[in-house]
């Protein structure tokens, strides 16, 4: 866990926001936080509700968390976490059924599991419950943007290949024949390794070029 | 009939739709438990066991909420009681088999928030499972959780033998091969179809 | 946990159960408001879904009922066509066009979810749509929206047997005669499965429908 724990006390917010971006990026460094978001990230669609729906928690939840650390004991920190966590999740899915109830049917048993989802306990222990509220909403900000990218970039790709479109707009020729592997769970497994693999080349590029300089 | 039924039930629960191979459950201690063989055998011994309890617990609480007419505090209740429930467990096995508790023990904790075990109790309520279907779900869910993570963690002792590129190692090596064990347990889809 | 039983520690223990207690208390309230809140336009999103889909299943209707079965084998008219087993449709002079059935069974993958609707008295279908499926993708999750084979099932004419039972679906095997549908080249397991649910439903549903008193509950107020 040694990785979640947060940086120096003197980090500013805008360096926390650019840390859950890159540096820390949840799906592609942390490999945190998947379980429940990569079974929809099969369409670019999916993959960005869930997306924002986890983030949108991630964020409630620090603020609330953040704002209460003082009144919150140590011995019941965990409980009380995932109480709001949950509440948040209970709520964010109430509201997706009553405004689109076709994107509720698409995600199905997979919204409530986002209480679960060890990138948010994970933030709120590491971050939330030990900073102010502004430097933890910045935290769950960049945690919350590099989460919905990493996921965005999953789901168009899987959509891409595997029906030819992203978004609905088909955007390969007419002769593409779909790889229909992208869309089974294994298809899932690949994208993302192939997400990670290119993530650690462009990062090792530049850690080479900033050695070189 | 009733028989062939659990058993399909029980099939499909552990190798058609496999909670981690073809629902993504149960990913983050799949990616970080699953380096050696007997941690890994001992990690899914102790979901299978949690697994069963969430689902009793799970059962109990669908009912007393539908009775009470207040359903949509479920997922709250769920973990919550959950994770109590997981937590006084622990607490017994601890005093009456510490042999256990030191095999079990370190990964309790950690398993209360694992998404597998939470998607058996939601999965099983969303489908009206009854009490038998509950259990037999929860084991299969459970069986299917320790065959993949068990499967993983051989082939990565294994791997350790051979060149794998900087690059790879870690999490993306263990995602392809994921991959390919996913492809691998497609092949069982079809046998929970009664013919 | 292994707090000493003195009275400050019991105070600070109860103190700390407290802060957990109000949280909870507070989360409950929150969930029910948003709850209450949202109830109606949630309600009214999942009714449009069920007519779009009842509708669809029987081509002619305009309104329709739920039923549900009640423990004595009858048919009860609900308040409320939400949690009905089955729908009956009527077009515009209030004429029953059929029964639309929701069934569900074993597929490739995991539980295929079904709508249909029915003629009773003329023994034949009206029409399909799946509802809910995760068959694999490409393949057999074409039973979702494979016009041709999903049209296979509009005015299907159901085969009885000597004593009026109805006789199971068959996939055809070259050109659908009487009681066959029309398979998906790919999804042979899918397109089997649903054959199979729409068999059982119909052994159980239909010998009640064809009972002249099944439906008495809605016939005075229909």
């Known amino acids: ?213 | 009939m009733i028989d062939t039924e659990l058993w399909s039930l029980f099939v499909n629960a552990a190798l058609v739709n496999n909670f981690v191979l073809a629902y993504f459950l149960g990913i983050c201690p799949f990616l970080g438990v699953s380096g050696r063989l007997d941690s890994a055998s001992r990690m899914g011994l102790a979901v299978s066991f949690v697994m069963l309890v969430a689902s009793l617990c799970a059962f109990v609480i669908h009912r007393l909420l539908v009775a009470l007419d207040a359903a949509y505090l479920e997922l709250i209740a769920f973990i919550v009681v959950i994770a109590s429930t997981v937590q006084l467990v622990e607490m017994f096995v601890r005093k009456l088999n510490p042999g256990l508790f030191q095999a079990l023990g370190i990964y309790l904790p950690l398993i209360t928030t694992n998404c597998a075990i939470l998607a058996v109790a939601l999965f099983q309520t969303q489908r009206g499972y009854g009490f038998l279907e509950c259990v037999v779900f929860a084991l299969g869910a459970g069986a299917g959780f320790t065959l993949a993570l068990v499967l993983m963690a051989g082939i990565r002792e294994k791997l350790r033998l051979g060149a794998v590129p900087d690059l790879a190692q870690g999490v993306a090596i263990t995602l392809m091969l994921a991959g390919i064990l996913s492809l691998a347990f497609m092949g069982f889809a079809g046998i929970g179809v009664a013919s | 946990m292994s707090a000493t039983p003195t009275p400050a520690g019991l105070r600070s223990a109860l103190a700390v159960q407290g802060v957990l207690v109000a949280i909870a208390l507070v989360a409950g309230l929150v969930i029910a408001s948003v709850h209450e809140l949202t109830r109606p336009r949630v309600a009214a999103q999942r009714a449009a879904l069920l007519a779009d889909a009842v509708l669809d299943v029987l081509p002619g209707a305009v309104a329709y009922d739920g039923y549900a079965l009640r423990a004595d084998g009858r048919l009860e008219r609900l308040p409320s066509p939400q949690d009905a087993a089955l729908f009956v449709g009527r077009d515009g002079t209030g004429q029953r066009v059929g029964v639309a059935i929701a069934a569900a069974g074993m597929g490739y993958q995991d539980r295929i979810q079904l709508l249909y609707g029915v003629d009773p008295d003329a023994g034949r279908l009206l029409g399909l749509r799946v509802l809910e499926s995760r068959e694999t993708p490409g393949l057999g999750a074409r039973i979702v929206d494979d016009a041709a084979f999903l049209q296979g099932f509009v005015m299907l004419q159901l085969q009885f047997d000597d004593s009026a039972r109805v006789r199971p679906l068959r996939l055809a095997r070259a050109g659908a005669e009487a009681g066959e549908y029309d398979g998906i080249t790919g999804a042979t397991v899918s397109a089997r499965a649903v054959g199979r649910i729409l068999s059982a439903s119909l052994a159980e549903w239909l010998p009640r429908l064809r009972d002249p008193a099944a439906l008495a509950g809605g016939h005075g107020d229909g």
Not at chain 1, 72 to 99: G, H
Not at chain 1, 152 to 167: C, D, H, K, M, N
């Open chain 1, 1 to 213: 866990m040694a990785e979640l724990l947060p940086g120096p006390l003197t980090e500013t917010a805008a360096e926390r926001f650019q840390a859950g971006l890159w540096r820390e990026n949840p799906i592609l460094v942390q490999a945190l936080g998947m379980c429940p978001t990569l079974a929809v990230s099969n369409t670019a669609v999916n993959a960005l509700t869930m997306g924002l729906a986890t983030a949108t928690v991630l964020l409630a939840s620090a603020l609330v968390v953040s704002a209460l650390r003082g009144l919150i004991p140590r011995q019941v920190r965990l409980a009380s976490f995932v109480l709001v966590i949950a509440s948040f999740v209970t709520v964010t899915d109430m509201v997706i059924e009553a405004v689109a109830i076709e994107v509720h049917g698409a995600l199905g048993a997979f919204l409530p599991l986002i209480v679960v989802n060890c990138l948010i306990l994970g933030r709120m222990e590491a971050l939330a419950s030990r900073r102010p509220p502004a430097l933890a909403a910045f935290d769950a900000l960049g945690m919350g943007a590099g989460f919905v990218l990493s996921l965005l970039a999953l789901g168009s790709v899987r959509e891409l290949l595997g029906y030819g479109s992203v978004f609905g707009l088909r955007l390969m020729p007419a002769a593409f024949e779909p790889w229909v592997v992208m869309l089974l769970p294994g298809g899932g497994f690949f994208a993302l390794a192939a997400l990670v693999l290119a993530f650690r080349w462009g990062d090792s590029r530049r850690a080479l070029r900033k050695g070189a300089r």
